[in-house]
Nanobody, 124 residues
Framework: QVQLVESGGGLVQAGGSLRLSCAVS????????MGWFRQASGMEREFVATIRWSEAGTYYADSVKGRFTISRDYAKNTVYLQMNSLKPEDTAVYYCAAGYGTNLLMGARQYNSWGQGTQVTVSS
């Protein structure tokens, strides 16, 4: 199991950018996958992006493809979500998540550990 602490949310105008960070601590990094999910008010939690911790591989939801980039920094044990060209419909609480598997994980139920969430609000 790993522990996750998120930061970087805030209020931004449409068209602006934000970078979310997720600090990862723990011992088990083998087959680790990191993901970002979001949950808008009154909506179900939805997949945003995922990355393999130790191997190449990323995957994005169609709604964010070309605008968001997920990356990881081994030296800092941190996963990032760079969000550009933000839209009001990107407004949500964003969650970092960790799960284990040999393939990229897109389902929330595949993740074992979750961060506390960080609010992102995009004004029009």
């Amino acid at each position: 199991q790993v522990q996750l602490v998120e930061s970087g949310g805030g209020l931004v105008q449409a068209g602006g950018s934000l970078r979310l960070s997720c600090a990862v601590s723990g011992r088990t990094f083998s087959r680790l996958n990191m993901g970002w999910f979001r949950q808008a008010s009154g909506m179900e939690r939805e997949f945003v992006a995922t990355i393999r911790w130790s191997e190449a591989g990323t995957y994005y939801a169609d709604s964010v493809k070309g605008r968001f980039t997920i990356s990881r920094d081994y030296a800092k044990n941190t996963v990032y979500l760079q969000m550009n060209s933000l839209k009001p419909e990107d407004t949500a609480v964003y969650y970092c998540a960790a799960g284990y598997g040999t393939n990229l994980l897109m389902g929330a139920r595949q993740y074992n550990s979750w961060g506390q969430g960080t609010q992102v609000t995009v004004s029009s």
